[in-house]
């Protein structure tokens, strides 16, 4: 498992063993400018994650000076469905750029690779079993204004592990302060809805026999084009 760049601080753990709480709500805290992107529309990210467990516990993340969370929200689920939550955010190195992450109520779990340089970020963009084999996949977009590529990972042990890309999607216009799209659930089947490249179609991706695929669903004329696909016909 790779190092893990921040403090977790814990309360009360002498009283309440960690090992038997769950996360029940995770956000991100502590504002701060000392990243100048300002991909999400304003000047500030986050330095901390705090996670509160089910027992009342409150667990917090405190970043070093040279890393961010560059994220409009601390995302809770069961990423490896095991039935206990974890939190996905991006964080970011602000030399080398984001990557994300996945946190437990012991600290840093799992990461990808950061991106490689700075300025350069990812967009998370659903989670559900794309491909039909029973397992949970995460979804998330390489560079939404650049590489324009959909990336599908999976949640093993302390690993995100590859498992297949697909270029010419995205899902976030630069100052945006939203991440446009994600899971459609229909006829028990899990799809991404996103925008295709150049933002004028709406795209769904499914998992074919060959991997995912995209078609469009009709051309995007604004944000809530993309957020009415997400609901089953």
């Known amino acids: 498992m790779r190092q893990i760049a921040a403090a ?8 309440s063993p960690l090992a038997a709480q769950d996360i029940a709500s995770a956000r991100l805290i502590q504002p701060t400018d000392r990243y100048d992107h300002g991909v999400l529309g304003d000047a500030l990210e986050w330095g901390g994650l705090e996670m509160r467990l089910t027992n009342g516990q409150r667990l917090r993340v405190t970043l070093p000076q040279s890393r961010v969370f560059e994220d409009v929200e601390a995302r809770l689920s069961d990423f490896d469905g095991d039935g206990r939550p974890e939190v996905m955010v991006v964080e970011t190195d602000i030399a080398t750029g984001g990557s994300l992450a996945i946190y437990d109520a012991t600290g840093k779990r799992a990461a990808t690779a950061h991106i490689g340089q700075t300025h350069r970020w990812l967009a998370p ?3 559900g079993d794309f491909d039909g084999d029973g397992q949970i996949e995460i979804a998330y977009v ?3 204004h650049l590489a324009r590529e959909l990336v599908f990972v999976r949640l093993v042990g302390d690993r995100l592990i590859e498992l297949a890309r697909l270029k010419g999607v995205t899902n976030h216009r630069i100052s945006d302060d939203v991440i446009s799209g994600g899971l459609r659930r229909c006829n028990g089947r899990d799809s991404l809805i996103l925008a295709n490249a150049d933002w004028s179609q709406v795209t769904e991706v499914t998992w074919g026999a ?13 944000g809530a ?9």
């Open 8 to 15: 977790l601080v814990l309360a009360c753990l002498a009283a």
């Open 125 to 127: 963009a659903g989670w």
């Open 142 to 144: 390489d560079r939404p």
């Open 210 to 222: 060959t991997g995912p695929q995209a078609r469009a669903l009709g051309p995007l004329r604004r």
């Open 225 to 233: 084009d993309i957020q009415a696909a997400r609901r089953c016909p």
